[in-house]
């Protein structure tokens, strides 16, 4: 069809323009207005319920009106009428990602850190959703936090994760124990020193969020090394642009190898997200495989590679602690790196319980307690 002007409306062939609420001019395309007329969408399970694909011919209009600060379309060659709010054509009209309100400013913290960590009450915990929101700002906005008053039991850890969501199991299983084990499987389940790290590179998705349930620690020794990988890859940024640059572009190997399996992966150093900013980092020297990568590469690589490495364990980025038998710290296991001192094994009891869930159910349960859906 022609351009054609119907009130305030111009119809073209594949779209048409008009003025939104506040007078400005905006188009929007027959196929994304049918595909999302307000009715598509189911109010129980708030799921689309319409299937373009099924449409036999392109839509086009057969006729439009704006009223009562809506746009109205009849479709050609259907018995349907969509009205579509001003307000909601204005939050699609420019092709801006709709505002997410788990998308919150990261907030990087250094080797002082460890009395302003957020704690939450674990019995509070399990009944406030104020309480929950509080811990989850946390986790998203500094990428730790410290569960207090936890049962000694088992059951409290599940309960614990599933107020973010499902229980996130890797080749470790769903839970692992971390204490002195005869026949090791990783580091961790040694008394030795365990360098700065996060879990599970080697898995093609890496766990999002971190639980180790603290049930007895009365050994020398074993302190806790938190460090935030956001405020130290920020700061390499500023030192060394391009090293970031090769650290946030170039994949390299991990592995995970022991009777059963052979887990690899390809991950970047530094993970930036949609804005290019820091949002985590993915590093763990007992993981790393060996790189693969041209000759070449690794003389500009290793050194960038390296530098990182050790800024990590500089002082000013090192949090040192005890975490404490009732204490669980739960922490975001794509920015924060840890590890710990080594201990004696003889001096006493030193056990902890982990497990993971996913940074995606992270931001889908925040959002979920701070925010109204769209489909009620």
Known sequence: ??????????????????????????????????????????????????????????????????????????????????????????????GERRPDPSDLPRKPWYS???????????????????????????????????????????????????????????????????????KPTNLAFTSKALELHTDVPAEEYAPGIQFLHCRANSVAGGLNLFADGTAVANDLREIDPEAFRLLAETEVPFYKEHDGYDMRSYQRVIELDQHGEVSGVTISQHMADIFDLPQRTFDTYYPAFVCFGKMLQEEKYVMRFSLQATECVTFDNHRIVHGREAYSATSGERYLRGTYTDRGELRGTYRGLVSEGRFK
């Not at 689309?48 to 746009?71: C, G, M, Q, Y």
């Not at 500094?142 to 000694?152: L, N, Q, R, Y």
């Open 1 to 94: 069809m022609d351009s054609l002007q119907i009130d305030s409306v111009m119809l073209e062939d594949t779209g048409l323009s008009l003025q939104l609420a506040d007078g400005s001019p905006a188009y929007f395309n027959y196929y994304w207005l049918r595909d999302n007329c307000p009715s598509s969408f189911d109010r129980e399970t708030r799921e689309r319920t319409f299937d373009i694909f099924h449409s036999r011919n392109a839509p086009k209009p057969s006729a439009v009106k704006v009223e009562e600060r809506s746009l109205v379309v009849d479709w050609e060659g259907e018995d349907h009428q969509s009205r579509y709010p001003l307000d909601m054509l204005a939050s699609y009209a420019y």
């Open 112 to 182: 002082d850190h460890y009395p302003d960590v957020c704690r939450v009450s674990h019995p509070l915990l399990l009944e406030s959703n104020e309480e929950r929101r509080r811990w989850m700002e946390a986790l998203l906005v500094e990428g730790v936090a410290i569960v207090t008053d936890m049962p000694d039991t088992d059951e409290a850890l599940t309960q614990t994760g599933l107020q973010i969501g499902q229980i996130r199991p890797t080749f470790f299983g769903p839970y692992f124990d971390v204490r002195t084990h005869i």
